[in-house]
């Protein structure tokens, strides 16, 4: 839809004497609370028409360079979005040395326990969220487990605790694997054999040499926690 209307100037606060001439508007963008209207003007006429929110944003980051930098191993994806730059590590299974502070003021208990794949959703300067996996993820569609891990929420989200995690977000894992584990957060329905005693499957364990993949908790799926676009 088009009509002559008059156009809205911006006039910069400078002398009258210098002679700059207004700043003619060129386009604006009216937001509603269902639709998003497109207003171009050219010599005096208004051309209206809608659009969407997702055409805006991608006329606004074509100006904008955008870029992952160099991605540290293991990398499965990579997203940016308010909260900043978010990447997904993979960790293929292993033995770790862990340490599980089951008393204040008292030394931790070290073991050394199997772990399936891990997925750990890392940004700078926070703590992780991790996932358990039977393969490394290649697809959205692709199950994710309950980390059999302390500190978990259910969510995957980690409680740091007093460990710092700073802007080398490949070295998260290891610092989340190898920080002091607690009975913090949630313990509960990580494993199908001990479903409400995590500390007994951790006792089963020690000292193996793999994780049984078959206790794993299912937990949601890759898509669920990717952002669209970012899947591997």
Same mark, same amino acid.
């Given at each position: 839809?088009?009509?002559?209307?008059?156009?809205?100037?911006?006039?910069?606060?400078?002398?009258?004497?210098?002679?700059?001439?207004?700043?003619?508007?060129?386009?604006?963008?009216?937001?509603?609370?269902?639709?998003?209207?497109?207003?171009?003007?050219?010599?005096?006429?208004?051309?209206?028409?809608?659009?969407?929110?997702?055409?805006?944003?991608?006329?606004?980051?074509?100006?904008?360079?955008?870029?992952?930098?160099?991605?540290?191993?293991?990398?499965?994806?990579?997203?940016?979005?308010?909260?900043?730059?978010?990447?997904?590590?993979?960790?293929?299974?292993?033995?770790?040395?862990?340490?599980?502070?089951?008393?204040?003021?008292?030394? /931790?208990?070290?073991?050394?326990? $199997?772990?399936?794949?891990?997925?750990? !959703?890392?940004? #700078? @300067?926070?703590? *992780?969220?991790?996932?358990?996996?039977?393969?490394?993820?290649?697809?959205?569609?692709?199950?994710?487990?309950?980390?059999?891990?302390?500190?978990?929420?259910?969510?995957?989200?980690?409680?740091?605790?007093?460990?710092?995690?700073?802007?080398?977000?490949?070295?998260?894992?290891?610092?989340?694997?190898?920080?002091?584990?607690?009975?913090?957060?949630?313990?509960?329905?990580?494993?199908?054999?001990?479903?409400?005693?995590?500390?007994?499957?951790?006792?089963?364990?020690?000292?193996?040499?793999?994780? /049984?993949?078959?206790?794993?908790? $299912?937990?949601?799926?890759?898509?669920? !926690?990717?952002? #669209? @676009?970012?899947? *591997?």
């Amino acid at each position: 839809m088009s009509r002559r209307n008059k156009v809205e100037s911006w006039r910069w606060a400078l002398p009258p004497k210098l002679k700059v001439p207004p700043d003619e508007l060129q386009a604006r963008i009216d937001i509603f609370s269902e639709t998003v209207v497109l207003r171009l003007y050219e010599r005096g006429v208004a051309t209206t028409r809608p659009v969407s929110a997702l055409d805006v944003a991608k006329a606004f980051f074509s100006e904008i360079p955008l870029g992952s930098g160099i991605l540290p191993d293991g990398a499965l994806w990579w997203s940016s979005s308010r909260e900043g730059r978010e990447v997904a590590l993979w960790v293929s299974p292993r033995v770790w040395p862990v340490a599980l502070q089951l008393e204040a003021f008292k030394p /931790p208990r070290r073991m050394k326990l $199997p772990m399936p794949g891990l997925v750990f !959703i890392c940004q #700078a @300067g926070r703590p *992780p969220r991790v996932f358990a996996a039977k393969r490394r993820p290649d697809g959205p569609g692709q199950i994710l487990y309950h980390a059999p891990l302390f500190n978990v929420f259910q969510d995957g989200r980690t409680c740091s605790g007093t460990q710092r995690y700073g802007p080398d977000i490949g070295k998260h894992p290891w610092e989340f694997m190898t920080s002091f584990f607690t009975e913090a957060a949630h313990t509960r329905g990580r494993s199908r054999s001990h479903p409400d005693n995590l500390l007994a499957l951790w006792e089963e364990l020690e000292g193996k040499r793999r994780y /049984p993949l078959g206790d794993l908790a $299912p937990c949601c799926k890759v898509e669920g !926690i990717a952002p #669209a @676009g970012g899947t *591997p």
